[in-house]
């Protein structure tokens, strides 16, 4: 089998879908089911069609495009990501596991490789939290992480849910027949930047995921009193920010003292009302993300945070309440596609390092339902979710022909 990479193609292909984007160049923005994100998909399906794969899609816009292989009703070899993508954001991000799985599909049939389990190109719906709060909606649904009950009450900034939107976008089927029955795949392989500085920092070409963090995210409201700048003293106050900048120093503090680097905390919005200079604020909404590759260790933060919420509301005599939003366990990489993607590696003498996905993907939840691993390229100064997120073309396509070869070896 004779493997080669149309890096050109590759590269022309990941630019067209860029251009596809409710932002001008060189950011892209891709929110789900918006009228960017459905030309997106029908520009891929397009493509995955002349591959000659046959394509299907569920109630919530998943959609896979198969290479049939002689045993047509064995569990498939999966791969793939998602292109949706947040406001701002770059042009790699989940696409290059997307263009890069169906290259590979596209490189082993110019091979002449004709697979036993079928090969299935898989594009994950919402993988960003952008729309609807939460991520990897598609990959959730499909594992049966998240009921179709739980998705019915999604809704988005304008206060639309996730079933008139899904709806409006021409997904009409039942959600309960999004979720993948018992064995329908034998493993699933997903490429994707590191998101993260080590491979470049090392000089190493391609990183094996061994295991992916786990992620809880929390909305956090403080309430406390507002008032007139000037005329409430400082012992009368209840200061709803000050409570709220107190109780962000102390989720800080209790990533920092976990005692593991894997440990990370982040208030990524503060929402302050009424939000003008001379009122105090008398209420606060904050998002928190804690990520965590250990699960014993970050439900401890989230009890560390919870004793400071407590203590905190206390002292300042305001009230904060919680409410979770996720709280995910971490996924462990199979030993046997971990093992495969080594050894695909090492054909091409094509140097490796294992590692660990401080991001979490869709892969987490498919490895509720499969044997899962990833494989990832660098990216420039580990820079992701920005217009200037970057891959080289060398580094894709390298990264390319090792799924292939991966996919090759799990399919035969």
Known sequence: MNLEVDQDRLTKEIEELAAISEAEPPAVTRIVFSSADLKARAWLIAR???AGLAVRQDAIGNIFARWVGSMPNAPAIGTGSHIDAIPNAGKYDGVVGVLGGLEAIRSLQRSGFRPKHSIELLLFTSEEPTRFGIGCLGSRLLSGTMTPDAARKLVDKDEASLEEVR????????LEEVKLPSGYYKAFVELHIEQGPLLEQQNIPLGIVTSIAAPASYKLLVEGAGGHA???LMPERRDAMTAAAELILAIENAARTSGAVDTVATVGICDVFPGAVNSIPSRVH???DIRDTDLARRDAV???IESARQTIAAKRQVSIREEIVNADAPAQCAPAIVEAISQACSKHSFASMKMVSRAYHDSLFMSRVAPVAMLFIPCRGGYSH???EYASPEDIARGVLVLAETLAALAA
């Open 48 to 50: 995955c069609e002349k």
């Open 286 to 288: 904050l998002t928190l």
């Open 386 to 388: 920005r217009p200037d």
């Open 230 to 232: 000037g005329a409430v």
């Open 302 to 304: 989230m009890q560390s």
């Open 167 to 174: 709806r409006n976008a021409g997904y009409s089927a039942p």
